[in-house]
């Protein structure tokens, strides 16, 4: 059962993916008439002013397929703004990429996209068939590529087998499709060789930056909670035991209550120290694993919360805090902003990446810019060489989309 579930979450993924695929297909294949148009308008001259906005079409599909890819496995970074004159942009490696792609893309990722599209469309079709063969008319035939002639129930049920012949095959070659189609645009919208390179180090050095940022701004919580909440009450302590050893004996029953007051005061500053702690590195990680932690932020979250952690093996101590403080601050947030009725968090291990996605019913409409907790999730999340994707339109629903490294 472990097995067949993996097959049909690894088929419903790779339909997900070719859908997607299929949409960037068909804006590539506008893209190639358009610069194809472009180009031969160039022939004669009337065509030169049009050919930076060609370009920047171009640019614009191929990034949003990289966008796409990066979603579902290694990151492919993106160049930038196109080059504005026609000659950049003829030097421009990644220009010349782009065309070879969006040539070969409409083509492979169309034909990829539609067989991928109509095999679960066929199964549907198919497997239901025994249940309203009687309202086609009988000269019409079967829908699909049925050769025999549907007369009664056991050549309606004959339909529905081949169904499910759609159905297996849709759950085996939806995958291969999926790497089909993925397939030039993993190869020609990655980076020229010696690019890479150049491209990473300016992604790290600005990951470096936020993690140092982030790292700042968690001092600065840190002592702040300090300095505000344990420290006040710690000096409160100390002023309480002065006042009782005055009073021990000059009245011993106000000494009593003070005393009483100032272990009020001592316990309230250790659940203070607790908290603090928590914020650091929460001690229910290393008693209860992932699942765990997030089984318990789930249940205490005030809007039902719905949670499916599928990790199998223990990730980095790091990367399960940043998973953790991922979901309790979107929770938060949730909480807070949303208006919510219902939210579902899900958690999972997938080719060496921690997957988290936490999504809501709310109003949607969620701006990192306006103080909501978002930016402190992407810095935490980038300086651990992570990706965080917000999907927030107004009206809902909001959907958040981490991927952590872990290791293979």
């Not at 000659?87 to 169309?110: K, N, Q």
């Not at 980076?191 to 790292?215: C, F, K, Q, Y």
């Amino acid at each position: 059962m472990p097995y067949v579930r993996g097959r049909v979450r690894a088929s419903v993924e790779a339909l997900e993916r070719l859908v997607g695929g299929l949409g960037t297909a068909t804006l590539a294949l506008g893209a190639l008439l358009w610069a194809a148009i472009v180009a031969v308008a160039c022939l004669v001259g009337v065509g030169l002013l049009a050919a930076p906005g060609a370009v920047r079409a171009v640019r614009f599909v191929a990034d949003r397929e990289r966008a796409r890819l990066s979603r579902w496995g290694d990151p492919i970074p993106t160049p930038g703004p196109a080059p504005a004159g026609l000659r950049t942009a003829a030097r421009d490696p990644f220009v010349r990429r782009e065309l070879g792609w969006v040539a070969l893309y409409s083509v492979i990722g169309l034909i990829t996209g539609l067989v991928g599209l109509s095999l679960p469309i066929y199964a549907v079709q198919d497997v239901t068939f025994p249940l309203w063969y009687r309202l086609i008319p009988a000269d019409a035939g079967a829908p699909t590529i049925v050769w025999w002639r549907i007369e009664d129930l056991p050549d309606a049920l004959a339909v529905g087998l081949l169904g499910v012949g759609w159905l297996a095959a849709a759950i085996w070659f939806g995958p291969v499709l999926a790497r089909i189609q993925a397939w030039p645009s993993r190869w020609l919208l990655s980076p020229p060789p010696g690019v890479d390179l150049s491209l990473r180090v300016a992604e790290l050095t600005a990951t470096r930056a936020a993690a140092l940022d982030a790292h700042a701004v968690e001092l600065r919580r840190i002592e702040r909670s300090l300095h505000d909440g344990t420290q006040n009450r710690l000096v409160a302590l100390n002023v309480l035991l002065g006042a009782a050893r005055r009073a021990v004996r000059r009245d011993p029953d106000r000494a009593d209550e003070i005393l009483g007051r100032a272990q009020d005061a001592a316990e309230q500053a250790l659940g203070e120290l607790r908290t603090v702690v928590r914020g650091i590195l929460p001690p229910v990680l290393d008693d209860r694993g992932l699942a765990g932690a997030l089984a318990g932020l789930a249940g205490s979250c005030s809007v039902p919360c719905r949670l499916e952690v599928d990790v199998a093996v223990r990730c980095a101590a790091s990367v399960e805090a940043t998973a953790y403080f991922v979901v309790a601050e979107a929770l938060t947030n949730v909480v807070r902003h949303s208006g919510a009725s219902q939210v579902d968090v899900a958690v999972r291990r997938e080719r060496g990446r921690l997957l988290v996605s936490v999504e809501d019913d709310g109003r949607g409409a969620a701006d990192e810019t306006r103080g909501s907790g978002l930016t402190g999730i992407r810095r935490r999340v980038e300086a651990y060489d992570g990706r965080m994707t917000l999907t927030s339109p107004s009206g809902g629903p909001t959907r958040m989309d981490v991927e952590l490294p872990c290791g293979s």
